[in-house]
């Protein structure tokens, strides 16, 4: 099922904790192909928090990206509203929003940190008020709260404990939401936003009205290698905290990064063009990422399974 909440449509405010979260799994399958494909590599016990966090993140989204007919300032409403039944959600408050049922439970269980929801929120919020970014400075204050933030609550979803992981964590939530941003561009600009640093595009001699004519030439050839040359050496620095993950939980973490890397490498293959055609990895690609991911650490696979024995058990929701 996919999330709308422009719609005005409520979801059923009844679902138990166990039906809640099956909601927000229905949610991420609806919306996410490579991330669900990612996470359900996940043992039981973990994979349905991760569902939950998804569900969370694309239900606040979806008040932006897909706003119907409201206006900015209902946007802003709607998003603020939003926090503050999260809020309660995880103060033990038992709200109409299956999803928030799902996600404070989650909170508690997994040990989110307040503030990194208080940051989510609030680049959402901007996303109602900013449409432009001067300097990459500038647009790491955004995606510090869309992305990095994210990747430190997938640390608390996974089991993490070292707090050495929380700058890799971070670069990874950031390097996956700078490959989405390069993905859609195009869909970006219809919505009238841009993320590309205006800095950037100076630097190349690439104007905006050149974004709105989808013009891809020696100009955006090079701006798209820049970016794309940050956003793998965000990649790289992820890839060093893998090892504070738990043994048994790393494989899905390192299959998402792979997935969305190869994202990259699709935007370079169809010559950069991201206005025609959209960047992705077939279903077929995706097996064969996850095999060569498997086959790198046998090990990891085999913890996996014997964690998942034990998780499945632990995980048990109650109404």
């Given at each position: ?31 996410s192909?490579?991330y669900?494909f ?7 016990g ?7 966090l ?17 206006s ?16 309660a ?6 709200g ?12 508690r ?21 900013v449409f ?32 050495r ?12 939401q700078?490959t989405n941003?390069?993905?859609d ?7 009238g ?5 205006l800095?950037?595009?100076e630097?190349?001699?690439y ?16 701006l ?18 893998i090892?504070?993950i738990?043994?048994?939980?790393r494989?899905?973490v390192?299959?998402?990064?792979e ?24 279903r ?14 046998p090990g990891?696979?085999?913890a ?10 632990a ?5």
């Open positions: 099922m996919r999330l709308d909440p422009a719609s005005g449509a409520r979801l059923d405010a009844g679902l138990s904790l166990a039906e809640s979260y099956e909601l927000c799994r229905r949610a991420q399958r609806a919306h192909r490579t669900y990612s996470t359900r590599l996940f043992p039981p973990v994979r349905p928090h991760v569902h939950a998804y569900a969370f993140m694309r239900y606040a989204d979806e008040i932006v990206d897909n706003p119907g007919t409201t900015l300032e209902e946007q802003l409403s709607a998003l603020e509203a939003f926090e503050e039944e999260t809020l959600a995880v103060a033990g408050e038992r109409p929003n299956p999803v928030l049922r799902a996600y404070a439970n989650t909170v269980v997994r040990g989110i940190d307040p503030e990194d929801i208080a940051a989510f929120m609030q680049s959402m919020k901007m996303d109602t008020r432009r970014y001067p300097t990459y400075e500038d647009l790491e204050l955004y995606v510090h709260g869309s992305a990095a933030v994210v990747g430190l609550m997938m640390c608390r979803v996974v089991g993490v404990a070292d707090k992981a929380d700058a890799h964590a971070e670069a990874l939530g950031t390097a996956m700078l941003f390069l993905r561009i195009g869909e970006d600009w219809v919505r936003r841009v993320y590309l640093p800095e950037d595009l630097r190349f001699g104007a905006e009205d050149d974004l709105g004519k989808s013009i891809v030439d020696e100009r955006f050839v090079e798209m290698r820049f970016e794309i040359g940050r956003t793998r050496r965000l990649y790289a620095l992820a890839d060093e905290g090892v504070y738990p043994r048994g939980r494989y899905p390192v299959v998402a990064r997935l969305y890397a190869a994202i990259l490498d699709r935007i370079e293959v169809q010559g950069y063009d991201v206005f025609s055609r959209r960047a992705e990895t077939s077929p690609g995706k097996l064969k990422v996850a095999a060569r991911c498997a086959a790198h650490d990891e696979i085999l996996g399974r014997r964690f998942a024995r034990r998780s499945k058990i995980f048990a929701p109650r109404s």
